[in-house]
């Protein structure tokens, strides 16, 4: 069965920084990975995917993720943030078997310091 | 295009009633979610589908029953409702399992 885990339950940066947020997930193939955020009382949008290929992914608003398969991470990378980042970060992990289950990590959130 | 429809938005019941949550998608979609919010805990799936006539259980399916009699529509029923069921509950769809999920709104349930 697949797990996802983000260790980092809050994290601060300034706006203006720089941003990463870990996700380590566990499963006997590589999986279908997603990052999802939540704005406050929102339901989720979709940040970006990684299926194969390009362990590099891009995704809306500028965000990236690295496919680290020698560590079971994809974590989520920003180059400079911007106070409507403020959100609720997920991670998923969707099973590559006939079941496709999509399993959720706890979430991170982010708060952006002006 | 309405995309993924969860009704109610809120709810407020007493402990041992029954209700059922309604999510309707209209993009054709094969598989549906449901899952729970809590409080550090994120996104928890309770039960999903993915086909018409099928379900199946999620991480947290105890205290709760699903079905999908319609290609578009996935309930999901609280048959004697305990305070531990209080929470925030999305339903999403996708058209495949690879695929990008869509997720309504929410139904915030408070069970008192």
């Known amino acids: 069965a697949q797990s996802v885990t983000q260790p980092d339950i809050h994290i601060t940066v300034s706006e203006g920084a720089s941003l990463e947020l870990r996700c380590n997930y566990s499963?006997?193939?590589?999986?279908?990975l997603f990052w999802y955020v939540q704005s406050p009382g929102q339901g989720l949008q979709l940040l970006l995917k990684y299926f194969s290929g390009d362990t590099l992914v891009q995704g809306i608003k500028g965000f990236e993720a690295e496919f680290k398969r020698s560590q079971s991470s994809f974590n989520l990378r920003k180059p400079s943030v911007h106070w409507s980042d403020a959100a609720e970060y997920f991670c998923?992990?969707?099973?590559?078997?006939?079941?496709?289950?999509?399993?959720f990590g706890s979430g991170t959130r982010l708060l952006v310091r002006p | 295009n309405a995309g993924v429809t969860q009704t109610p938005k809120f709810r407020v019941l007493k402990t041992g009633q029954s209700m059922t949550l309604l999510c309707a998608q209209d993009m054709n979609h094969e598989y549906m979610y449901w899952y729970r919010q809590d409080p550090g805990m994120g996104l928890r799936l309770i039960h999903y589908?993915?086909?018409?006539?099928?379900?199946a259980k999620g991480e947290v399916p105890d205290g709760y029953n699903v079905s999908r009699l319609k290609k578009q529509n996935f309930l999901l029923g609280l048959e004697s409702a305990a305070p531990s069921q209080t929470s925030v509950y999305f339903c999403?769809?996708?058209?495949?399992?690879?695929?990008?999920?869509?997720f309504g709104q929410g139904t915030r349930l408070t069970v008192v």
């Open positions: 589908s993915v086909g018409e006539g099928t379900t």
């Open positions: 499963y006997g193939a590589t999986p279908y």
């Open positions: 999403a769809s996708s058209w495949a399992g690879q695929d990008r999920a869509f």
């Open positions: 998923a992990v969707g099973a590559k078997d006939s079941s496709y289950k999509l399993i």
